[in-house]
């Protein structure tokens, strides 16, 4: 029976997600139980691109990235896959009428990281809207549930929320993206001379993405709002962490959130989210 693979299929979208991010598992926990696969879904499918691009070092990458341009293409088209993950995300994609522009915009992006990209202003703004804007466009159209009015409503703010997030994965991630993967995000960016100077303007531009968010947060529908306002809190949790380190520190340590650290932002942010009736 294909309820039964069906099933499956979102089972294995929402082990990758618990498996990859202790955070987004969290937040999605918070939403109501009727969109929560759909969600893990998206994390899914992102995670599966992702993966080929920063992990699958020894094999043929493009290729495998082309196969899955393919598998998507054949997935959206025949509403069925044999990969569990693609099988929810196309389920997915068409509950929820998602773009097909944010999947191919997604994908892009995720060429650029196959090769060597000096990012200047214009592709790094191309970059961070495909890796990261998108994938908070495709998760808002499943929280707006079809009303478009809505979704246009809460769009700025989705690509402000993604794109902070994302910018906060570069500076945690700068050790590894530079000497591991070769990869500098920021543009015009000179590694040998990357200071406190630097990684404050980028803190700054990250702080005023984060409080454009929050006013959309304040909008979302009641079965998102919690969900997406604690990844909200984890990620600002972090960048507080990330602030209070010097631009050596961060190019020596990877910065994390222990777990026992995310579960009492959580519990923080439930109480606030009471009261402020967020």
Known sequence: MKKLFDELAYEVSKKTTEKYSTSFSLGILALKPSIRDSIYAIYGYVRLADEIVDSFYGYDRQRLLGRLYLETDYALEERISLNPILQSFQETVHK??????LINQFLHSMTMDLKQVDYNAERYKEYIYGSAEV???????VFTEGNKQR???LKPYAMKLGSAFQ?????????????????TYFPNLNMDVFDNSLKGQIEDEIHSEFKEALLGIKKLPKTARFGVYLAYKYYLSLFAKIRKKSSKEILENRIRIANTEKVYVAFKSYLRYKVAYL
């Open 96 to 101: 929820y009428a998602i773009d097909r522009e």
């Open 135 to 141: 994938v908070g466009l495709m998760c808002l159209q």
């Open 151 to 153: 979704y246009e409503e």
């Open 167 to 183: 910018k906060i994965n570069f500076l945690r991630d700068i050790k590894e993206d530079y000497h591991v993967l070769g990869r």
